[in-house]
Antibody
Framework: QVQLQESGPGLVKPSQTLSLTCTVT??????????WSWVRQPAGKGLEWIGR???????NYNPSLKSRVTISLDASKNKFSLKLSSVTAADTAVYYC?????????????WGQGALVTVSS | QSVLTQPPSASGTPGQRVTISCSGS????????VYWYQQFPGTAPKLLIY???QRPSGVPDRISGSKSGTSASLAISGLRSEDEADYYC???????????FGTGTKVTVL
């Protein structure tokens, strides 16, 4: 059974770097046919795509966040991570990690439960 | 600001058919697959439709997706109280080189 779980600090100070990890169980993140993605949602607002990484190392990022975002995979720990630098209050949101499947045209078929990150001093 | 536009709300009585539209452009819906997600308050989104009109296993056939030109639609037939949720469309955008989500539609069962 595939499961994803986000973890990381729930409070980050302005101008610092937000770091989140997604622990994956039930499948190897190195397996072909999957991509690993981050999506966020400010309270009461819609979904915003942050970026994705394929097991090959290829990444794509939201152009509006690209200069501040890094997504990486740690195959040895079966985890993938998100780093967002120079955060402001506008980055306060619930952050979701998700898996996209080639069999579903890269639709995000599995999601973590979400992690609330608040940016405040 | 999302490049995919959805109506903010839609509603119907139990048993009715509700349709949600998603308007995009040639760089996203016009040239790529559309995906639909359902989200209940406080929970993660769930994939409802992939490749514009395909249902993952477990999604009932009263839910369907379609695409025409630069627009897409999600239809829910035989509306039930448990369909009350937020719905988002999504697509890859060739110009932005990234995924984009729609503005979201809240479905209410009257």
């Amino acid at each position: 059974q595939v499961q994803l779980q986000e973890s990381g600090p729930g409070l980050v100070k302005p101008s610092q770097t937000l770091s989140l990890t997604c622990t994956v169980t039930g499948v190897s993140i190195s397996s072909a046919g999957y991509l690993w993605s981050w999506v966020r949602q400010p309270a009461g607002k819609g979904l915003e795509w942050i970026g994705r990484m394929f097991n090959t190392g290829i990444t794509n990022y939201n152009p509006s966040l690209k200069s501040r975002v890094t997504i990486s995979l740690d195959a040895s720990k079966n985890k993938f991570s998100l780093k967002l630098s120079s955060v402001t209050a506008a980055d306060t949101a619930v952050y979701y990690c998700a898996r996209g499947d080639e069999s579903s045209g890269w639709g995000l078929a599995y999601w973590g439960q979400g992690a609330l990150v608040t940016v405040s001093s | 600001q999302s490049v995919l536009t959805q109506p903010p709300s839609a509603s119907g009585t139990p048993g009715q058919r509700v349709t949600i539209s998603c308007s995009g452009s040639s760089s996203n819906i016009g040239s790529n697959y559309v995906y639909w997600y359902q989200q209940f308050p406080g929970t993660a989104p769930k994939l409802l439709i992939y490749k514009s009109n395909q249902r993952p296993s477990g999604v009932p056939d009263r839910i369907s997706g379609s695409k025409s030109g630069t627009s897409a639609s999600l239809a829910i037939s035989g509306l039930r109280s448990e369909d009350e949720a937020d719905y988002y469309c999504a697509a890859w955008d060739d110009s932005l080189r990234g995924n984009v989500f729609g503005t979201g539609t809240k479905v209410t069962v009257l």
